[in-house]
């Protein structure tokens, strides 16, 4: 990530804050509106399950989540989530979640900023996140945000059938003179 990223102007009436237990409700609905993002983007309706928001009670118990942070709107109220989870002397963005309503409005960029200047003031080596090769908005803005390396690469191989799997893929992007879909 390019160490020169900047605190963008957060929009008129945005916070970024510390997670509260009274946010549980917000940021769960939050989390099944991603999940259904992502059923789409994938199409599977299968993902996260019958109840999409259930996700965030598991997240919730991870031994290395660091912190989490809402964008907190003075009218709508949360409209937007990041987390932090660490490995070692390194940081991962996981997730990172804008209300659809809000998203291309600098939501996404302020929850980024945020937890960039956690990483660094815990001195953290290294901040990554790992957007889906579906989410070509994500992938843009995350570059324009400064996360302008492949630090890894993750390879999937649908072993399960059934719907979605005959499904044509998505985009291709070509790595090492191999061609992947995504």
């Known amino acids: 990530m390019t160490e020169t990223m900047r605190a963008p102007a957060l929009p008129a009436g945005l916070t970024i804050r510390p997670y509260r237990p009274s946010d549980?409700?917000?940021?769960?609905?939050l989390w099944?509106?991603?999940?259904?993002?992502?059923?789409?983007?994938?199409?599977?309706?299968?993902?996260?399950?019958?109840?999409?928001?259930?996700?965030?009670?598991?997240?919730?118990?991870?031994?290395d989540l660091s912190g989490i942070w809402v964008a907190d709107?003075?009218?709508e109220g949360v409209v937007g989530f990041v987390g932090l989870i660490m490995d070692g002397r390194a940081g991962r963005v996981d997730p990172i979640v804008v209300s659809a309503a809000r998203r291309g409005h600098g939501v996404g960029r302020g929850l980024v900023s945020k937890v960039a200047d956690e990483a660094r003031r815990r001195g953290l080596a290294r901040l990554t996140v790992s957007p889906g090769a579906r989410d070509d908005s994500a992938l843009r803005s995350l570059?324009?945000?400064g996360f302008d390396t492949v630090a890894t690469v993750t390879l999937s191989l649908d072993l399960r059938g059934?719907?979605?799997?005959?499904?044509?893929?998505?985009?291709?992007i070509l790595l090492h003179g191999l061609n992947f879909s995504t």
Do not use: I, K, W
Not at 162 to 172: C, K, L, M, R
């Open 32 to 63: 099944a509106e991603f999940t259904e993002h992502r059923r789409r983007l994938y199409q599977d309706p299968r993902l996260g399950g019958r109840d999409p928001g259930a996700g965030f009670e598991e997240y919730l118990t991870r031994l």
């Open 24 to 29: 549980h409700g917000a940021v769960r609905r």
């Open 162 to 172: 059934g719907p979605g799997s005959d499904e044509p893929a998505g985009d291709s």
């Open 73 to 75: 709107e003075r009218d």
């Open 143 to 145: 570059h324009a945000a």
